[in-house]
């Protein structure tokens, strides 16, 4: 097999893969660790990353021979990587029940306050940045794994539907009711944490 270099654009890196150089998989892995790496920290608790990481490049390698070129190749790869965001919490909510019980008292007075109309003031206090997530998460934890990558996208990330539904492979319709019915369910799910919680 011929040696690439790693000048080479992706569309030569994919060919030469295809063809069977698989050990030119090692430059797309090295120019694009990062940007999933970023992709999956903002979707995945931090001891998940790594080995969601192994699963994205997995996926990569054997659906290059269906890259069709429709968008670029580090659009592709965002896409794959959200999707199996996507499939995680689709598993994690299969086996995990968090109950609405399980907040302390601390946890439902910084709820309150999160939701309140002077949060504002506290995001921006390093130390309430990580509580803040926190609960967040425990939030969103109740939500549909599809519900779930919606908000993150939309609201979390301040992506746009179209932008949201081309890496989840959704119709932008599909997306906007997702959005509507998401957000809903997550206020009910903070008044239910935090009785007096109104998004």
């Known amino acids: 097999m011929p040696n690439i270099n790693n000048n080479a654009s992706d569309l030569d890196i994919i060919e030469q893969i295809v063809r069977g150089n698989i050990n030119a998989f090692e430059i797309i892995l090295k120019k694009y660790e990062t940007h999933v790496l970023n992709i999956l920290k903002k979707h995945l608790p931090y001891e998940q990353v790594e080995e969601t990481?192994?699963?994205?490049?997995?996926?990569?390698?054997?659906?290059?021979?269906?890259?069709?070129?429709?968008?670029?190749?580090?659009?592709?790869?965002?896409?794959?990587?959200v999707k199996t965001c996507y499939d995680f919490w689709r598993k994690q909510y299969k086996t995990k029940e968090v109950a609405v019980a399980s907040l302390s008292e601390k946890q439902q007075n910084r709820m309150e306050m999160i939701l309140s109309d002077q949060a504002g003031q506290y995001f921006k206090e390093e130390e309430l940045k990580n509580e803040t997530r926190e609960l967040l998460d425990l939030a969103l934890s109740k939500l549909s794994p599809e519900n779930r990558m919606v908000i993150e996208l939309t609201y979390l990330e301040g992506l746009s539907i179209k932008q949201t539904a081309s890496l989840l492979g959704w119709s932008s319709a599909n997306v906007k009711i997702r959005c509507f019915r998401s957000r809903k369910e997550l206020n009910k799910i903070m008044k239910q944490l935090s009785p007096s919680a109104c998004l």
């Open 53 to 81: 990481a192994q699963e994205v490049f997995i996926r990569v390698y054997n659906s290059l021979p269906g890259f069709k070129q429709k968008s670029t190749f580090k659009h592709w790869i965002s896409s794959i990587a």
